[in-house]
């Protein structure tokens, strides 16, 4: 792979620098961070900032106490460059020696120069928090990572991604390093995650292997953008915070649904809504060998499926302190739950659940899976969410939700716009001539939410996934979506039929951010 060809194909390695926007500040405070004697200096905080010419990076006892650990550890290792080179004056050969010991700590500060992020959609969470939940100053600087991405930068180049997704990665590591689980967006900003001590999940062992997929040998095909909730497939969940379930919920969702045992055997690749997989076998038709790429949807996103659902229904019928007067309180929430729609041009309101059962009704079950009343799924985690039912002590959803989401996509940072979504954890080839509905003849169930799928080949999954704008460039370029809110972005990728050409660039931008951000993730050099 040729990881330059874009920054060559924009002339940027040969074109001459445009020396009146050019502003030396910052390659040369990062070019002191190499010197003599910088080690000491940045130890004791009086190394120069890399964005505010003027102020100082924090000293190593000020990152110790703030809990930067990598930013601290790498202080260390600069100082005893600092000490290497010295001795280089008697020894020659420990100059290079100190010097790349001092690289590591230049290229994490450097990474964090020049960009301002402050009117990103990521860079306006942290603030929404309230005061007495304010983020911890590690995952405020993974958001800011992140948020990076949603700047403009044009497919190919490589200058900016390395240094982001670098940046992305340590970021990462220092969250993960302090122990911190990011939430994404599972419950509301202004509440503690939760405790799911006591939850078991069972390994059914039905998943095959996921081969790692060669982004590059998918050049001149099409790819589709497929997003998914992050629930797990594979599992069975028989506890959740203690409280043992009536009927345990079988986990058939997420990344890993083309992986089942059942999915293989029918040649599946993906289950959804009948109107969602006649969009797939279309997209399909028009474009031979298109292959579907998974994109994790939010911390909410698999409140429409059973996972969610089935699990809250089971421990509310057995939450005997709940009072029957609240019980109908809850139910008499979701019967109002509104659905807005447009009739003759005019906007009309409905109450499609007005004849909800309620949730601890034995007929609860079979309302949830009857045609048209998939909402009800939703509405009853909505509802049973806000504070008032949490309080009276419903089960707590947002424990719910961590307990079914594959643990492996869940923490990360809350995107309302999905840009930065985690992509190309799954990648199958469609084959729109199988198309499945399941219990229908003899074909047997193989969702219990979804009944349709659709067949293709799993091709398995990127090692790393990429942010979402970074495989689909063209829909979520950030100038076309200029002045779009986030949940309109989020909607189009949700609704939408959103394709994408996966040309050299694209696929040298995956590869890229992938090995960048395991550098950053692993501490390795810049």
């Known amino acids: 792979m040729d990881q330059y060809r874009g920054a060559y194909n924009q002339g940027l390695l040969t074109d001459p620098m445009d020396m009146a926007s050019f502003d030396p500040y910052a390659p040369l405070a990062a070019g002191l961070m190499l010197a003599p004697g910088s080690g000491v200096a940045d130890v004791a905080g009086y190394a120069p900032s890399m964005t505010n010419a003027g102020e100082y990076e924090p000293?190593?006892?000020?990152?110790?106490?703030?809990?930067?650990?990598?930013?601290?550890?790498?202080?260390?290792?600069?100082?005893?460059?600092?000490?290497?080179?010295?001795?280089?004056?008697?020894?020659?050969?420990?100059?290079?020696?100190g010097a790349a010991m001092k690289a590591p700590r230049a290229a994490r500060v450097a990474g964090r120069m020049g960009e301002d992020v402050s009117g990103t959609f990521l860079?306006?969470?942290?603030?929404?928090?309230?005061?007495?939940?304010?983020?911890?100053?590690?995952?405020?600087?993974?958001?800011?990572?992140?948020?990076?991405?949603?700047?403009?930068?044009?497919?190919?180049?490589?200058?900016?991604?390395?240094?982001?997704?670098?940046?992305?990665?340590?970021?990462?590591?220092?969250v993960g390093n302090q122990g911190l689980l990011v939430d994404p967006g599972f419950q509301n900003l202004g509440r503690d995650i939760p405790d799911i001590s006591g939850s078991v999940v069972r390994d059914l062992d039905t998943l095959a292997k996921s081969p790692v997929v060669d982004f590059q040998k998918l050049i001149g095909r099409t790819a589709l953008l497929v997003p998914g909730d992050m629930t797990m497939a594979g599992k069975e969940i028989t506890h959740v915070k203690g409280i043992k379930?009536?009927?345990?919920?079988?986990?058939?969702?997420?990344?890993?649904?083309?992986?089942?045992?059942?999915?293989?055997?029918?040649?599946?690749?993906?289950?959804?809504?009948?109107?969602?997989?006649?969009?797939?076998?279309?997209?399909?038709?028009?474009?031979?060998?298109?292959?579907?790429?998974?994109?994790?949807?939010?911390?909410?996103?698999?409140?429409?499926?059973?996972?969610?659902?089935?699990?809250?229904?089971?421990?509310t019928k057995q939450a005997e302190w709940l009072s029957k007067d609240q019980i109908e309180s809850f139910n008499k929430a979701v019967r109002e739950t509104k659905a807005e729609g447009k009739r003759d041009g005019k906007k009309i309101v409905t109450y499609p659940l007005k004849d909800f059962p309620g949730i601890t009704s034995p007929d609860i079950e079979e309302y949830m899976y009857s045609a048209g009343k998939g909402a009800s799924r939703k509405a009853i985690a909505d509802v049973m969410?806000?504070?008032?039912?949490?309080?009276?002590?419903?089960?707590?959803?947002?424990?719910?939700?961590?307990?079914?989401?594959?643990?492996?996509?869940?923490?990360?940072?809350?995107?309302?716009?999905?840009?930065?979504?985690?992509?190309?954890?799954?990648?199958?080839?469609?084959?729109?001539?199988?198309?499945?509905?399941?219990?229908?003849?003899?074909?047997?169930?193989?969702?219990?939410?979804?009944r349709q799928g659709i067949g293709g080949f799993d091709l398995g999954g990127l090692l790393t996934p990429v942010p979402r704008n970074l495989m689909f460039p063209t829909r979520f370029d950030p100038k076309r979506i200029e002045g779009v809110g986030a949940n309109s972005i989020r909607r189009a990728g949700e609704v939408g039929v959103v394709l994408e050409d996966i040309v050299p660039e694209i696929a040298d931008d995956v590869d890229v951010f992938q090995d960048y951000f395991n550098r950053g993730l692993l501490g390795k050099g810049f």
């Not at 106490?65 to 020894?91: E, I, P, R």
Request: glycine content about 10%; hydrophobic content about 40%.
């Open 59 to 97: 000293s190593m006892m000020a990152n110790i106490g703030s809990g930067q650990y990598m930013d601290a550890g790498l202080q260390g290792l600069g100082l005893l460059g600092d000490a290497f080179m010295a001795a280089g004056a008697v020894v020659p050969p420990l100059i290079p020696v």
């Open 123 to 174: 860079a306006k969470q942290p603030p929404k928090r309230p005061k007495i939940r304010q983020m911890p100053k590690a995952e405020q600087d993974l958001y800011e990572a992140a948020a990076a991405f949603q700047l403009p930068r044009e497919v190919g180049e490589s200058v900016l991604l390395p240094r982001r997704a670098y940046e992305y990665g340590a970021r990462t590591a220092e």
């Open 245 to 315: 379930l009536k009927n345990p919920v079988r986990m058939q969702g997420g990344k890993d649904f083309p992986a089942e045992e059942l999915s293989r055997e029918l040649g599946l690749v993906w289950a959804s809504d009948i109107p969602i997989i006649s969009r797939y076998v279309n997209a399909a038709k028009r474009n031979p060998g298109l292959v579907g790429v998974y994109s994790a949807m939010g911390g909410r996103g698999g409140d429409f499926s059973h996972h969610v659902a089935d699990v809250l229904v089971d421990m």
């Open 385 to 450: 969410e806000k504070g008032s039912f949490r309080d009276a002590g419903f089960p707590d959803v947002s424990a719910v939700r961590m307990v079914v989401s594959d643990p492996v996509m869940s923490s990360r940072v809350n995107d309302p716009s999905d840009l930065v979504a985690p992509t190309g954890a799954r990648v199958f080839e469609f084959d729109p001539n199988l198309r499945i509905t399941g219990g229908e003849g003899n074909a047997p169930k193989f969702h219990k939410t979804y």
